[in-house]
Structures are given as structure tokens and as C-alpha cells.
């Protein structure tokens, strides 16, 4: 089974900053699109930020601008780089990990890392 841990979250103050980090193992990150999901409470899960192989990133418009992913394929570990945190960005965080297959695409995924923005 493959293992995807998220770390790095904590609380923080309207404005502030936060990384998140997610390893990986690295029969996983050779060959995945990474990327970063949260879900609020009472909402559903949805995508925050991806990144490719060769580093093409996308955003939810509602992160972009304060929210960067990046990837060291050579520490097998993805990051999120939040900064101005609002108090919607309050969800628990999850790392996925997405290969090709054919017909179709495999998934993995982290447990989660609580990210709550409040003064």
C-alpha cells in the first residue's frame, strides 16, 4: 500500500502563512500528478492546486495568487506554500497522487492535515 503523509498544519491568523509538505513514496512520485484537496466542514471535497511531472501547475481561482505548489521529486515530497490565509480556507488538507493507467488513472491519497484560520 502506498503511503502519502501530510504535514505542516496547524492554526494560523487571518494574513499569515503556512507550508504544507506530503511525502511520497517514490514508486509513487516518479510517476504522479500531485496535488492538494481540502474539504471544510459541511462542504465537499474539492481541488486546490496541481502540479505535473514536468511542474505545470493549476489553481482553484479562489487560492490563486496565494497559494504555490511545488514538487522535489529528489526528497519525494510535494509542498503547498499558503500565504494570506483567509478564515474559508479553514478545511482539513489532503496530498493526492494521481498515475495513468490505461483505460483510467489510479488514485492515493494522504490522511489529512487540519488548517484552521481564526484570530
Known amino acids: 500500500q502506498e503511503q502519502l503523509v501530510e504535514s505542516g498544519g496547524g492554526l494560523v491568523q487571518p494574513g499569515g502563512s503556512l507550508r504544507l509538505a506530503c511525502a511520497v513514496s517514490?514508486?509513487?512520485?516518479?510517476?504522479?500528478?500531485m496535488a492538494w484537496y481540502r474539504q471544510a466542514p459541511g462542504k465537499q471535497r474539492e481541488g486546490v492546486a496541481t502540479?505535473?511531472?514536468?511542474?505545470?501547475?493549476t489553481y482553484t481561482n479562489s487560492v490563486k495568487g496565494r497559494f504555490t505548489i511545488s514538487r522535489d521529486n529528489a526528497k519525494n515530497t510535494v509542498y503547498l506554500q499558503m500565504n494570506s490565509l483567509k478564515p474559508e480556507d479553514t478545511a482539513v488538507y489532503y496530498c493526492?497522487?494521481?498515475?495513468?493507467?490505461?483505460?483510467?488513472?489510479?488514485?492515493?491519497w494522504g490522511q489529512g492535515t487540519q488548517v484552521a484560520v481564526s484570530s
Open positions: 502540479i505535473t511531472n514536468g511542474g505545470t501547475t
Open positions: 493526492n497522487a494521481k498515475i495513468d493507467i490505461p483505460f483510467g488513472a489510479r488514485d492515493y
Open positions: 517514490r514508486a509513487v512520485i516518479r510517476f504522479a500528478t
